[in-house]
């Protein structure tokens, strides 16, 4: 069985199709991954798409080589924009907050194994949006922890010791983006050109 081709006559529209929706897709499933309870579900949404993005430009015949690089910068794009906006929204308004750790129970994530979170409480008893901390268990109860928070609720509680939160300056993660995106356009756009016939012997 054959794989499935593209005709000719489409092939320049579903190349422009494939450049301009499938990294922003990417990228936008990317940065709702962030919110809280958004990520197992946009994970693995980014993922759908970036499998179809590939086979598109497997039917459009871009080869192996290209289809790797065009993975290489789907992964980029579903990866670098939700840490770089998690990044600056901690940078921006992020609040550290003392909280008690109440319970803990063990949770399965869609791309992880099982894991301990803790049910935290503020000390100062104003509500928190997210009251759930990562990383601990049945052995931190009754502790209090310093969490970082985000006080318009998108983003759950995360370790203030993360030195990163303080680096204001994106400029790394900008610029890897802008390659990945150039990258995916480049290699889509060139596979856009008729195929070009074989001679008749």
Known sequence: MRFPRVPDRHRHRTGVLLAVAAPLALAGLD???TGAGHEDVCAAAGLAVLAASLLGLAALRAGWARTTAAGLCGFALLLVPGRLLTDQLWYH?????EATVTGAH??????????WVC?????DGRPLTHPVAP???????GITLTLLVDPAGWLPPASAERSNWDD???????ALIALALTGWARITLRTTAPHPARPAR
């Open 31 to 33: 940065l709702l991954s």
């Open 168 to 174: 204001p300056f994106p400029v790394p993660d900008l």
């Open 93 to 97: 308004r992020g609040v550290p907050v």
């Open 106 to 115: 063990r949770t399965d994530g869609l791309f992880s194994g099982p894991s």
């Open 119 to 123: 049910d935290v409480r503020r000390t």
């Open 135 to 141: 990383h601990c268990g049945p052995s931190d109860l």
